[in-house]
């Protein structure tokens, strides 16, 4: 299927990366974002701004949304004035916010009635992932429309994958966010003792990044956190609601998994720090304050 027209919703860190690669591949994009000044920079590349979803999936071959949170989605999708209100026959939508299976499951049923196809496809890479094209993408839903987008998830990331059904590209997301809420607290607790001991954290991360104890969070996420950088690349408010998500789909399974909600926790603590802004990167200052109760 060729594509021609694009709606895209949802111009926050991640998003507005995702859809600049769109723009610069040639694509004309209709876009809508809750903040206007926040599409400014897509504005400005040659995005037309829209007053709503509807209006953003109006004429648009495929929709994409790239929003905050569950009840987002469901708002800016199903909602008076969402993208089902306007969407014709044949359109595709593909939702890439980390959201509920169950709600990809329900939209997806929504939309068949209306002749719109759709993907779930959360991603995993941050804001470096997405500037840089390279992220993960994780998809479900039928095999034929994961086919006719995969041109256009090339231009966002590198590891594509049709993972399932509708909601399969949801639970594949949350097994990532479980293991990167275990590691997170690993190379948390790994500087602070680093720092601890009088170290260098950048020197050791120098040397532990490139063994057994490699990974992406110590590499990127550790390097911000020596120098004391805790910009949002991935907002500790959208952790909190991803574990959240992630610990419902368990106790619904009778899955117990009791790392995750150890530090899901931890991240909880940290929102009611008033860190829920920062990102994933700032359980350091959490640990650290608990620590410097704890030896006062």
Not at 196 to 211: H, M
Request: aromatic fraction near 6%.
């Amino acid at each position: 299927m060729s594509f021609k027209t694009i709606g895209w919703i949802g111009t926050g860190v991640m998003g507005s990366s995702m859809c600049s690669h769109l723009l610069d591949a040639g694509y004309q994009v209709r876009i809508f974002n809750r903040s206007k000044e926040k599409a400014a920079g897509l504005l400005a590349k040659g995005a037309r701004w829209c007053q709503g979803p509807a209006e953003a999936a109006q004429n648009s071959q495929i929709v994409f949304t790239m929003v905050g949170y569950p009840k987002d989605v469901e708002q800016v999708v199903l909602g008076p004035g969402g993208v089902l209100e306007s969407a014709a026959k044949g359109t595709i939508l593909v939702d890439m916010t980390t959201s509920s299976p169950g709600l990809a499951e329900k939209i997806n049923a929504r939309a068949a009635t209306a002749g719109v196809a759709c993907l779930d496809a959360p991603v995993s890479g941050g804001d470096t992932g997405a500037r840089q094209a390279s992220l993960s993408i994780m998809a479900g839903g039928r095999k034929d429309v994961f086919e006719s987008v995969l041109p256009l998830f090339k231009l966002m990331g590198r590891n594509i994958r049709l993972m399932g059904g509708p909601g399969a590209g949801q639970h594949t997301k949350m097994s990532n966010q479980i293991l990167i809420a275990g590691t997170m607290i690993g190379v948390v607790e790994s500087l602070l003792y680093a720092a601890k001991t009088g170290l260098d954290t950048s020197a050791v991360i120098d040397v532990i990044g490139q063994g057994a104890a490699s990974c992406w969070s110590i590499n990127n996420l550790g390097r911000r956190i020596a120098i004391n950088d805790f910009e949002p690349g991935f907002y500790i408010k959208h952790f909190v609601k991803d574990m959240g998500i992630a610990l419902e789909e368990a106790r619904r399974m009778n899955l117990c998994l009791p790392g995750l909600a150890l530090v899901n926790q931890f991240y909880i603590a940290a929102r009611a720090m008033g860190l829920g802004d920062c990102g994933t990167q700032a359980l350091y200052k959490v640990l650290a304050r608990l620590n410097s109760a704890g030896s006062a």
